[in-house]
């Protein structure tokens, strides 16, 4: 048995270790049931669980989670829509976000898959001095993307 400061108390019996608990006013908690005989030791069992609970708060408050906004653009865009679009995808690399863009061709754009390529290649023109392409995708069904990440 482990008194509450950290001193060992010795082996003693359960019933006895239960006294000495309630007398301190703490809970009896066991430490390792495969070692022979099981450690027990003398805590405030609230004060335990208040303490786990404030240290798993910092580690998640520490942790970055890294969100992911996504821009969806047509084949046939507008040089002034596709500006619109990229200053908002400007804004979303500058707070830190990373950026997908993702071109959707509907019915008969599909047979024209050149012009995607080169709306792609404007996109990445204009977004060349904030970012850098993290992953490229190829045609997914109909759909086309790239992930950007800010430099």
Known sequence: MISEKGGQLGILPLEEALEN??????????????????????????????EKKKKAHLSKKKQHVVKLKEIRLRPRIDS?????KMNMGRKFLKDGCKLKVTLMFRGREM????????????????LKDIAVIEKQNPMEGR????IFAAI
């Open 21 to 50: 608990a309630q007398e301190a006013g703490l809970d009896l908690i066991e430490i390792s049931r495969d070692a022979d005989p099981p450690v027990c030791k003398l805590v405030d069992y609230g004060k335990l669980k208040y």
């Open 80 to 84: 002034h829509d596709l500006d619109t």
């Open 111 to 126: 047979s024209r898959l050149d012009l995607g390529d080169i709306v792609m290649e404007k996109v990445v023109e204009m």
């Open 143 to 146: 759909r086309m993307s790239l």
